[in-house]
């Protein structure tokens, strides 16, 4: 920020990070060797790749995120929003075959929900060096009250919530309306302080820890967005934009 810009969290956001789009087939690698980094290397839920990737049947037909440094250029999370496959309509997403059993369906039934307007946020990942500075080490991506300060000293958790106000735009640029994730009970909690409204569908089940099925209203989020996070969201959905913009522009 310059010196007589005023503090946003849109404006401290900038300084530090980008949003960036993974729409071209270089960006997506980046997106994958991210993946195998913290997912196969780091915590070894999966097994390593010899081409140092971590790719499923997926990720055809997701919508895939990542956040970069501003200052070093260096990606440094990311996430992605899957889709049901294209031309099949009892195509499941992951999370409806892992909860097919604790599923509330009083509370929501997927199967009775247009499939063009859903989709699920999963494989969140924060390269070690940006997560194990806030004793995150054993997991993909965390939030803590430590991440957010004390009154004298306030922080501000930008990767985490940020890649979550990035698939939220970009959930709406592309028509999906309910956001489903599989998330910690803990980290639930703290979107849920800051507005995102995150909804427990089921029961908890077993998936690298304990899980919780929980959805969203992409709406809903952005119509009932705190007034702080609004600058951010901007400054987001800005960055989302320019990505969508170069790669339209780089289409022959």
Do not use: W
Not at 62 to 72: D, N
Not at 130 to 139: F, L, T
Request: proline residues 6%; neutral net charge; hydrophobic residues 35%.
């Amino acid at each position: 920020m310059t010196s007589g810009e005023a503090f946003t969290l849109g404006n401290a956001f900038r300084q530090y990070f980008e949003i960036v789009p993974a729409v071209s087939d270089a960006l997506k690698d980046e997106v994958y060797r991210i993946r195998h980094q913290v997912y196969c290397e780091d915590l070894k839920f999966e097994p390593t790749r010899p081409d140092g990737r971590e790719v499923d049947e997926h990720d055809p037909h997701s919508l895939h995120i990542l956040i970069c440094s501003s200052k070093t250029k260096r990606f440094v999370g990311c996430t992605r929003i899957i889709r049901p496959r294209p031309g099949n309509p009892h195509d499941l997403l992951p999370f409806e075959k892992a909860c097919a059993a604790t599923l509330d369906r009083s509370v929501v039934d997927p199967a009775k929900l247009a499939r063009c307007s859903i989709g699920e946020v999963s494989r969140l990942a924060v390269v070690a060096d940006y997560r194990r500075r806030k004793g995150e080490s054993n997991v993909a991506m965390g939030i803590s009250e430590a991440d957010f300060g004390t009154p004298l000293q306030p922080r501000f958790p930008f990767i985490p919530i940020g890649l979550y106000l990035a698939t939220t735009e970009l959930a709406r640029l592309n028509g999906v309306e309910t956001v489903f994730v599989l998330t910690e009970e803990r980290l639930a909690s703290h979107f849920d302080k800051l507005g995102f409204n995150l909804q427990y569908i089921g029961r908890p089940i077993e998936h690298h820890g304990v899980r919780v099925p929980s959805m969203m209203s992409v709406s809903s989020v952005i119509r009932n967005m705190r007034t702080n996070l609004q600058s951010l969201y901007r400054t987001i959905a800005a960055d989302i934009a320019r990505g969508l913009e170069q790669k339209e522009a780089e289409e022959p």
